[in-house]
């Protein structure tokens, strides 16, 4: 009950609903004592009237909003059932979680979608974190119950019921799932495989549809698999209970029978079912009652085809399988068999002989059709000791007939798990502990229920009372271990209405009873009942309308049963001749299934009923149903009693399938029923809130007077929370833990608010005071200034007033001065003025007559200039006249050159118009015009010198005229007009035509300069058109070559990946040949978990599983795996062992030597050789395509280039001769190679020691080359050099050496062994080198510093020999301007340059492994949980006290396993380990940056996947502190060059995550989530949208992202394509394929190398 304290205006309660259960509505007032109701507004705006009769009757109120959608139910404030369905309502529908914890109970919710949060990557995040940190997960549930399992040694089981419909069997199947990937077995056997297969074989045979599932399944189960000692899967087994077998014969409507019936009658065209007779599945009568026959979305013959896969995997042989589906067709047909009445009354029956169905059911069945047919329509009764055959009724033979049907379904499903059991049991060794996963119905309540949900229920009962005492133990265990004074509190025991069932002449026992009874009846049963339990127990009640039901008083609900039909079923008796006829069968198969066994009482299957004969039945056959189910029961409980449980509630939203729907009336109901209620009730009860006393004193410091120190904490929360809470019964003071009852979480949050606003209402107080006084203090300054501004205004006025009187008597004195000056300046001014215009007029008058005399001289002198002017141009005209004709001459002529010339120019361009004028006639004709115009420039220059002389000579002519007309002037007259006029009109000819030759010449010269910019223009244009080609040609060969790059990548990627996958088969061969020279006392000591990271394989099943104890069985199940990975043909279930054809095929020769000891080891060595075999075939086969494809490639790419080229017809000409001269330096390159091979091939002849035949040319001496400098290293040496330089050197002395010093060594040997012409010592020397570096490899596996030495190595040592190679020399000297020609080598050593650059793939990717192993746990608590940044957000802490989880093992943030605090350093000095290792042994820079980014790889995405999973870590803070975090390795890698784009581009989605957690989400604006889409483009849409679902407010100050927001964001996401997928989770295994560049080496000599004493090799001798 809440104080009522709490219910003041704006708080938040819950009020019932008949349509939403519960609404939340707002108090309108405060709530006093006295008052009668309460005014409450409701979500949807009304405002309702709450009748309050007393403070226990107040409404429930609601939590704060910084808790919705909380993790774990348990840690709410207020713990009731509308709080319950609120937060998993928010976190369904907003949030789309489907999972919640509740204490110790997972509830799951189903959503009736796949969602993608069930893959390898989402298990590798949960491998190995504690519950409490990441988010409700049903792997988080598995992975609790696996570490307690490891950490404790004891058994665990994992508890999952609900209704029909709610998700039991994927929950069931996914915890299977995460079991065989966490828990793989270290030798790789398929048990995990084995495990998961059974899943498709249940579910065909034990599940069917009905009207609430379509996949439902009809029989509980209990698997438990089982641990060894290491950690990992070692078998399982499996145990049914109560299949329901009534579903074989009946259906209800809108329901199907068992899934294997419909997939067979899909499966009906196959070759092999052919023989069934089998048809649709409408045509049969068990499978058609139910009317819908078909799944939306299933395909029955794609499931059979599963099914038989899986039954292969669980070692059913393929005969049996046939044999299998011949039954289940026989249950078909028999449901045909038409049984037909007879005799009077119908009291006979009888089948026909020719009935289809009958026969073929016989046939497949092997038994008597005519014994079958009469058997099914009699029965045999032993009357007096005489044996009575009496025939059957139609009713009574069709009801024998489907018991018939029933029971052999019943038979083959416990066959169907003994053989799964059988192949799940453990073999090499007992399992040491198991987890058992309990997949069992929920409650049921049907309109009419029968003896199926009585059990269902029955059982229910049992296991809410185990719920419940468990529960209840836990918060006792709690309470003793804080040492509180220890409360019985108060629960809802179902004892009573177990006993009800269960009890001395309880339900079972009187039902057992009737059906001793000769003549027992449903109706006696019921007089039973009621004479017995009626008014005397609580839980039983008797309907008013009917004397054949009963009504029990269950934990989730009453529920009517109707007693017909519980004799029969309770007997599921079946008559014995049909049972013996059965045994007699032909069939192998239905013989074994018949056969008469002694089957233990409470055995691991309920299944099988009576058999009823005329003879005195068997003590087996007399127990019923019930009672097994019973006995059955009881030792489920005992197991789960002996375990540690876990639970996982499985919940159904809504009953019409639909995806992400909440029903609240249907989901509250399943609440109740499941006991989830009951365990937030019971939590209630006691103390829910508890509080470590740091993290109370964190939160409330605010309340308290005084500061504690750390070892005073407990006294000073103690002294004040008695200060806070008077009362004492309402909180308790534990060890480490203060605990608070319900409500009083609350109270002190409400005195923290009301403390917090007092302080900040003081606060507001002093600084508003402070304020005011400031603004007085500036008011009063402002007054003072003011008042003395003023008084110096009005002095200042008062002396201005002075000094304008002063001022204005030295005007008036000085004005009045100035109007006498003034009238006497006017009149001295105008006496000037007169006299000035006197003389002026006297002056102007001189002047005018001096004017008019020079005038009258300057008229005399231009009329005689003008008389003199005319008769010069007279003269002027007749001289130009005369020019004018002489140029006309000349002019005409030139003019008919140039309309010559014109008219053959114009006649080119009409020939030559609309066609594209070529490059060098262009040319050509410009140059003829530069000719034409030199040419024109020379007769210019001549015509201008005649023209001078011609201008002198008429000058002189002109001058002479002149003369005689000067003479003649005096002598004759002048001339005429006439002749004036003439000379006038020629001259305007002359000039005219002047103009006219003027234009013509100007418009050639303009026709000339446009021809000159068309050449320039065609010209331009030709060579943009040769410039776009080239870059088209450019761009078409990038195209190309990053195609051929990117196949490249992902062909190198497969190849490590295949090498990869041998280095694990030969660690595997290892590792059975280690376990074969162990005593089987020793082989399996030690206890120790298998990392999830190297237990998880994603590569195919190995070609061979070892078994546990002695050789290999290599089953059909094995022989088809290997087909299956072999590319070969198959030969199924041949006689010979499949390892041998394999072998065979493979052309492996096989190893009879007597030292393979054990049939264990040589068989895994055979597999290790076929492996290896394959694996080599495989390389070859993918290294061949890989060289078609990338000649393919360079063929498209010559076709493209060819393609590209143009075919203008103008550049033809152009590309010829190009075309020629590539020839032409084509056949020049060719024979320069083929001089530059002579020289070689010289040399190699000569180095061989062939003579050479002499040059006749130039006889030049050939000298055959001597190496010096060499180590000559024999035979008998080869080991002890081995043992000495690379396996037994310590890794002190080979540190010191200098980098690549024992690569250079070998070298040197193999150098020397192949100039000694010792080709097999040569190569001898190179596959010993690599098994002894293969050797140190493994023996310092965990060593950076050994493995980075040994990489150097091998590095060094297949540069040596790829630039020693003969191809390589060949190619080098090729090259012009290359390194210095090095003399090849004759050994041919291909093979083993390949096996090194493998092996460099090997040591690189050991060298990560053991980086990645050490960074592993320290990643998530280093860039995550730790606070490099300290103080940011260590006074945070949640105002609801969360409970840890029960069984966890939980750590402080920032921590590791050990509890130690780690942090960015640590990651750091693990990064710096492995760069010193790389530096240290000189590796290239390359190398490096590839290492490096595979690194920041796993960092990142490691980082990434848990702040996804874990809703805590989704705040501001921490966004800050990954941020910081970031910026450190950034740094780091900056620092040392190898921040490259790769490892930008890795880091780039933590760093966006981040940004994504500190930006401002409080808005719904669009333009915010644009910024967001924007940012974070390195983000997949679903990462962002979590991200923003998980945000958690972290104080009171922030504000959670709305809904709207988060959908808006949703929108534009949905806009932008950016082509990422739609993975949630980052994989953290991805591999980047490494590439090693060729460095060659400058020559080596042995005197350039110095060898420390410690190495011991005196005995190589130089050479």
């Known amino acids: 009950m809440a104080t009522p304290e709490l219910y003041t205006k704006g708080a938040n309660v819950w009020v019932p609903d008949p349509e939403e259960v519960w609404v939340c509505a707002q108090l309108q007032q405060d709530y006093r004592p006295e008052d009668q109701q309460l005014i409450l507004l409701l979500s949807d705006g009304r405002e309702v009237q709450y009748p309050v009769s007393s403070p226990g009757g107040l409404p429930l109120l609601g939590n704060p909003d910084i808790l919705e959608g909380e993790n774990d139910l348990t840690a709410l404030s207020f713990l009731h059932e509308p709080a319950v369905l609120h937060n998993l309502r928010v976190r369904f529908l907003h949030y789309s979680s489907i999972y919640t914890y509740c204490g110790i109970v997972l509830v799951a919710l189903n959503p009736y979608e796949d969602l993608p949060i069930y893959g390898e990557e989402v298990i590798d995040a949960y491998s190995g974190q504690d519950m409490a940190d990441m988010d409700p997960h049903i792997f988080s549930l598995a992975e609790d119950a696996y570490r307690t399992m490891i950490r404790e040694e004891k058994n665990q089981s994992i508890i999952i019921s609900g209704e029909s419909g709610s998700g039991k069997t994927v929950s069931a199947k996914f915890t299977m799932r995460y079991f065989a990937v966490v828990g793989g077995a ?156 007879s005799g009077r009354g119908g009291d006979r029956s009888y089948i026909s002989g020719d009935d289809r169905s009958l026969v073929i059911f016989s046939k497949l069945m092997g038994v008597e059709c005519p014994q079958m047919a009469h058997w099914l329509c009699h029965q045999r009764l032993a009357v007096g000791g005489e044996m009575l055959v009496k025939p059957m009724s139609g009713q009574q033979a069709n009801e024998a007939r489907d018991a018939l049907a029933k029971h052999i379904y019943g038979q083959l499903f416990a066959w169907i798990v003994q053989r799964l059991n059988s192949a799940l049991r453990a073999q090499r060794e007992k399992p040491k502990t198991f987890i058992g996963v309990l997949d069992i119905y929920g409650f049921e309540t049907f309109d009419r229920n029968s003896f199926e949900q009585f059990c269902i229920n029955y059982a229910n009962e049992k296991l809410q009372q185990q719920f419940n005492r468990h529960v209840f133990q836990l918060e006792q265990e709690e309470y003793v271990r804080e040492e509180l004074p220890w409360n019985r509190i108060e629960f809802s025991d179902n004892q009573p209405c177990i006993t009800l069932i269960e009890g001395p002449l309880g339900l079972l026992d009187l039902l057992d009873e009737e059906c001793r009874v000769p003549k027992g009846s449903d109706e006696n049963w019921a007089r039973k009942l009621y004479e017995q339990h009626l008014n005397k127990s609580l839980n039983f009640r008797k309907p008013r309308m009917s004397n054949l039901a009963f009504i029990i008083l269950h934990f989730a609900d009453k529920v009517q049963y109707e007693c017909v039909g519980f004799l029969d079923k309770n007997r599921d008796t079946i008559f014995e001749e049909p049972i ?142 008695s200060g806070l809470i008077p009362d004492p019964e309402q909180y308790c003071f534990g060890k480490t833990k203060v605990f608070f009852r319900a409500g009083q979480v609350a109270i002190l949050e409400k005195l923290r608010a009301e403390r917090l606003w007092e302080a900040g209402v003081l606060i507001q107080s002093q600084v508003r005071g402070w304020i005011q006084r400031r603004r007085y203090l500036h008011l009063r300054s402002s007054t003072i200034t003011l008042q003395r501004y003023s008084r110096g205004a009005l002095a200042r006025r008062l002396a201005w007033t002075l000094r304008y009187t002063r001022a204005a008597v030295v005007i008036q004195k000085t004005y009045r001065m100035v109007l006498v000056r003034q009238t006497y300046l006017a009149i001295r001014q105008a006496t000037i003025t007169i006299q000035a215009f006197a003389r002026g007029m006297q002056a102007r008058r001189t002047y005018r007559l001096l004017l008019q005399e020079r005038a009258a001289v300057r008229l005399q002198a231009c009329v005689r200039c003008w008389l003199t002017c005319r008769w010069f141009r007279r003269v002027r005209a007749a001289v130009v006249l005369l020019q004018c004709c002489v140029r006309r001459r000349a002019a005409r002529r030139e003019l008919r050159t140039l309309k010559a010339e014109a008219r053959s120019v114009e006649r080119y361009r009409e020939l030559n118009k609309g066609m594209e004028v070529k490059l060098i006639q262009l040319q050509l004709r410009a140059d003829q015009q530069a000719k034409e115009c030199a040419s024109l420039r020379d007769i210019l220059h001549a015509e201008r010198d005649s023209h001078s002389a011609e201008v002198e000579q008429l000058r002189s002519a002109l001058l002479k005229v002149q003369r005689q007309l000067l003479d003649q002037s005096h002598s004759a007259p002048s001339v005429t007009a006439q002749q004036e006029e003439e000379w006038r009109r020629s001259e305007e000819r002359a000039t005219q035509e002047i103009q006219r030759l003027s234009q ?55 190849y490590q990946g295949l090498l990869r996958e041998f280095t694990r088969l030969e660690q595997r061969y290892d590792n059975l040949r280690d376990m074969s020279m162990l005593p089987t006392a020793e082989r399996w000591r030690g206890h120790s978990r298998t990392d999830s990271t190297q237990s998880v394989s994603l590569e195919p099943p190995s070609p061979v599983t070892p078994s546990f104890n002695g050789p290999p069985d290599f089953s059909a199940e094995e022989g088809r795996r290997i087909s299956v990975t072999s590319p070969f043909d198959r030969r199924p279930w041949s006689s010979e062992p499949p390892l041998n054809v394999l072998m065979e095929d493979l052309g492996v020769p096989k190893i009879t030597a ?160 192949d100039i000694s012409r010792d080709l097999t010592r040569a190569r001898g020397l190179c596959v010993a080198t690599l098994a002894s570096i293969k050797t140190a490899l493994k023996k310092h596996s965990g060593d950076l510093d050994m493995t980075a030495l040994w990489l150097k190595n091998i590095y060094m040592l297949k540069d040596l020999l790829t630039q020693h190679s003969t191809t390589k020399a060949l190619a080098s000297g090729e090259e012009v301007g290359g390194v210095e020609e090095v003399l090849p080598l004759q050994v041919e050593l291909g093979e083993q340059v390949r096996a090194l650059g493998d092996m460099c793939i090997q040591a690189y990717q050991q060298l990560l492994s053991i980086t990645e192993s050490r960074l592993q746990p320290i990643i998530v608590p280093a860039m995550l949980e730790s606070e490099t940044i300290p103080g940011l957000s260590g006074a945070v802490v949640k105002p609801a006290g969360s409970r840890k989880r029960a069984g966890s ?52 995405a490691s980082t990434l996947n848990s702040l996804l999973l874990r809703k805590d870590m989704c705040c501001w803070s921490r966004g800050l502190q990954i941020r910081y975090n970031v910026s450190l390795l950034e740094e780091w890698l900056r620092s040392r060059c190898l921040w490259t784009g790769a490892a930008a581009a890795n880091l780039e989605p933590l760093i966006q995550a981040a940004q994504l957690l500190q930006m401002s989400k409080k808005t719904d604006k669009e333009a915010d989530g644009r910024v967001i889409v924007q940012t974070c483009n390195a983000l997949s849409g679903q990462q962002i949208v979590k991200i923003l679902t998980q945000y958690t407010p972290q104080s009171d100050l922030e504000e959670r992202v709305t809904l709207n927001f988060i959908r808006m964001v949703q929108g534009l996401l949905k806009e932008r394509s950016d082509g990422h997928t739609p993975q949630l989770l980052l994989d953290v295994k991805r591999v980047f394929p490494v590439t090693f560049p060729y460095l060659p080496l400058p020559p080596l000599s042995v005197e350039q190398l110095e060898f420390p004493e410690s190495l011991k090799i005196s005995f190589l001798r130089k050479v």
Not at 1192 to 1212: G, I
Request: aromatic share 6%; proline share 4%; charged share 25%.
């Open 186 to 341: 270290a030798q790789q056997t398929s048990v995990e495989e084995k495990v998961l297969a059974s899943n498709p074989v249940m579910e065909a045979l034990g599940n069917a549809k009905t009207i609430r599932n379509d996949n439902s399944s009809r029989f509980g189960k209990y698997i438990e698999i089982g641990f060894g000692s290491k950690g990992d899967i070692i078998g399982a087994n499996m145990r049914t209970y109560l299949l329901e077998k009534s579903r074989v014969v009946f259906q209800a409507p809108d329901e199907r029978n068992y899934h294997i019936f419909y997939q067979l009658c899909a499966s009906r065209e196959l070759q092999e079912m052919r023989g069934l007779k089998l048809n649709t599945a409408e045509n049969f009568k068990y499978t058609n009652q139910g009317m819908d026959i078909n799944i939306p979305g299933t395909d029955g013959a794609m499931e059979l085809e599963n099914t038989r896969n899986a039954l292969t995997i669980l070692g059913v042989h393929p005969d049996q399988q046939m044999d299998l589906f011949q039954i289940l067709a026989a249950v078909l047909h028999l449901g045909n068999v038409n049984i037909q009445a």
């Open 1154 to 1313: 007597e030292k393979m000891e054990g049939e264990d080891l040589r068989h895994a060595y055979d597999a290790v050789r076929v492996a290896n075999k394959f694996l080599e075939r495989q390389l070859l086969a993918q290294r061949a395509e890989w060289e078609q494809e990338k000649a393919a490639l360079s063929q498209q790419l010559q076709t493209s280039k060819a393609r590209v080229f143009p075919v203008n017809k103008d550049l033809k000409d152009l590309m010829e001769q190009v075309e020629v001269k590539e020839l032409e330096n084509c056949r020049l390159r060719r024979e320069l190679k083929e001089l530059k091979h002579t020289v070689t091939i010289r040399k190699l002849l000569a180095y061989a020691g062939v003579p050479v035949p002499q040059d006749p040319v130039s006889p030049s001496t050939q000298l055959s080359p001597v190496l010096t400098g060499l180590l000559e290293c024999r035979k008998k040496d080869e080991s002890r050099l081995m043992k000495n330089l690379i396996t037994d050197i310590r890794a002190e002395a080979a540190l010191s050496l200098a980098p690549g010093l024992a690569a250079r060594l070998v070298f040197l040997c193999v150098r020397q062994a």
């Open 1000 to 1054: 013509e010449l100007e418009a050639l010269k303009v026709e000339k300069h446009s021809m000159e910019k068309e050449r320039d223009d065609i010209t331009s244009r030709l060579r943009q058109q040769e410039k776009a080609q080239e870059e088209s040609r450019q761009k078409s060969e990038v195209q190309a070559g990053a195609a051929v790059q990117a196949e490249l990548e992902e062909e190198r990627r497969r």
């Open 1449 to 1500: 093992d939980p750590r402080p943030l920032g921590s590791v396993g050990s509890g130690e605090v780690v942090s960015m350093a640590a990651v750091l000095r693990e990064l710096t380990a492995l760069y010193t290792a790389l530096e240290r042994q000189d590796l290239p820079l390359a190398l490096l940056e590839q290492a490096f980014r595979q690194i920041t790889h796993l960092l990142a």
């Open 580 to 721: 013996n006829i059965m045994r007699a069968s032909q069939s192998e198969l239905v013989a074994e299934l018949f056969q008469k066994q002694q089957q233990p009482v409470g055995g691991p299957s309920v299944l099988n009923g009576g058999v009823r004969s005329g003879k005195r039945a068997h003590r087996e056959h007399r127990l019923t149903v019930g009672f097994q189910f019973r006995q059955s029961l009881q030792l489920l409980m005992d197991t789960l009693n002996s375990t540690t449980p876990h639970y996982v509630r499985c919940i159904k939203p809504n009953d019409s399938k639909q995806a992400f729907e909440f029903d609240p009336k249907r989901a509250v109901q399943q609440l109740r029923a499941c006991g989830v209620l009951e365990t937030i009730r019971i939590s209630a009860a006691g103390y829910p809130s508890r509080w470590t006393y740091e993290e109370f004193y964190g939160r409330y410091r605010v309340l308290l007077r005084s500061l504690a120190t750390q070892d005073g904490l407990r006294v000073t929360c103690q002294r004040a929370i």
